[in-house]
């Protein structure tokens, strides 16, 4: 495996920001990391890039410990921070010249690096230019030629779509892809028509330890065929007397009054909904069937704790 995430566990004070946490990701797969904000992507991003120690545990990369092999580990891997952090008074073919030489780059072999970088990463046009000129979707191509130019087997992106306008996402989403066809891609996001886009396999963290790890094909077949109603009411119910619907598999409180019911697949549950609030007297608002996407799956798993 090209990374290997053992038993890891971060504390920060009386925070387990990450908990206990296993997962492998193989050679050619783009891996998409997914969680709500402080699930501990970051974290756990930081620590396979040999930023922060791990407090137990531990990540392996291409068989070396990012704790007891850090300068080798950093060579293998490029990073991309999830809040790019550019020399904005520089010029783009200076600044990958600079992180080039930062890797031990030298004479020809860099100058071939960075003219494969600039072509790659679409910035032919916009190489005599400075970082600060450019618009957020090109100093994301700007990040990534940088985590790039030492030509790492692994490839650590954090949120890198972050902010970007539906243009900028189809180009980065593209170069993400092509990358990903022969490097390592570990690939944080919160957003899951990113998964759909560029993944191959997902594993999902939440409060620090793992709710999901599965290809995005089964993961998108959870619950299939399964019918999911919203049901909203004036003030709290019965969930118990919910439960006694036919058909019924489970019942979510989504917030005070709101319910998400699933329900056996091909049985619709919205007349007996609407019987048994007559029944007892509860005021119904809100009645209506949604469909299972890969973002109320995510929902699903992430509001469990």
């Known amino acids: 495996m090209s990374v290997e995430v053992k038993n890891l566990t971060k504390i920060f004070g009386s925070q387990r920001a990450v908990d206990n946490i296993s997962f492998t990701v193989a050679k050619g797969q783009i891996l998409g990391f997914l969680g709500p904000n402080g699930a501990g992507k970051s974290t756990t991003m930081k620590i396979a890039t040999c930023y922060l120690p791990p407090t137990e545990g531990t990540i392996l990369v ?160 959870r619950h299939k065929g399964e019918v999911h109603t919203i049901a909203e009411f004036e003030s709290a119910v019965n969930i118990e007397l919910l439960h006694e619907i ?13 319910y998400r019911i699933r329900s056996m697949p091909g049985k619709d549950i919205r007349s007996s909904i609407f019987g048994l609030a007559s029944a007892h007297n509860w005021s119904l608002v809100g009645l209506r069937q949604e469909e299972n996407s890969l973002e109320k799956i995510f929902q699903e798993l992430t509001n469990k704790k």
């Open 62 to 221: 291409n068989g070396e410990d990012v704790t007891l092999a850090p300068v080798s580990v950093r060579r293998q891997v490029g990073y991309l921070p999830e809040h790019n952090p550019l020399y904005l008074d520089m010029y783009v073919k200076e600044y990958l010249q600079f992180v080039g030489n930062m890797y031990g780059l030298k004479g020809g072999f860099l100058s071939n690096r960075v003219k494969e970088m600039v072509q790659l990463c679409g910035l032919t046009a916009e190489q005599t230019k400075k970082i600060g000129s450019l618009s957020k979707g090109y100093r994301q191509r700007v990040g990534l030629a940088q985590a790039l130019i030492h030509d790492p087997e692994v490839l650590i992106l954090d949120e890198p779509t972050t902010g970007l306008d539906p243009n900028q996402l189809q180009e980065i989403r593209a170069l993400i892809r092509n990358i990903g066809q022969e490097k390592t891609v570990i690939f944080s996001t919160h957003i899951m028509q990113e998964v759909s886009a560029l993944c191959d396999r997902v594993v999902i963290i939440n409060k620090g330890e793992i709710a999901a790890d599965s290809e995005v094909a089964a993961l998108a077949n």
């Open 246 to 258: 036919t058909g019924i598999i489970a019942v979510e409180v989504l917030d005070q009054h709101t």
